[in-house]
C-alpha cells in the first residue's frame, strides 16, 4: 500500500553521467511543485489543507504544498493526490483535467520523474463574496 514515509523519490540519472552518484527528491518538493502547478490553474478557487497550514499561513508563511499528498508505492510508483475547491461557473471535470495535466507536466518538467497517477479531489465549489461582487458594480 501507498505511504510517505522518509522515502525519497530517485531521478533517473541523465545518460552517460550514471558515475556521479544518485539524485533523491524529498516527497516535500513534488507536493511544493504540484501545489504551485494546481494554484496555476484557471478555475482553481484554493487547495485545502491542515490546521498546522492554516496558521502558518495566518503567519504570512505561504505553503504551496498545501492540500497535496504525494506517495511512493513499494513498487515505486508516484502517486499525487490534490485536494482543492473550484470556482463557480467552470467546468469540473475541465479543471480536473488541466490540474492532472499541469502537475504531470511540472513535476517531468522539473525532476525528469514520471507520476503514474495524479487524482484530484474536488472537495467544495467556491462563491463569490458579496462584496466582491458590490465592488464589482
Known sequence: MAEKTAKAFVQPAPSGKEELGTIEVAPEV???????????????????????????ERFGKKVHSKGVKATITDEGEIIIDVYCSVKFGFSIPKVAKDIQTAIRQAIYNMTSIETSEVNVHITAIQFESNADEESSL
Open 30 to 56: 513534488i507536493e511544493v511543485i504540484a501545489g504551485i502547478a494546481t494554484n496555476e490553474v484557471e478555475g482553481v478557487a484554493s487547495t485545502r489543507g491542515n490546521f498546522a497550514s492554516g496558521v502558518a
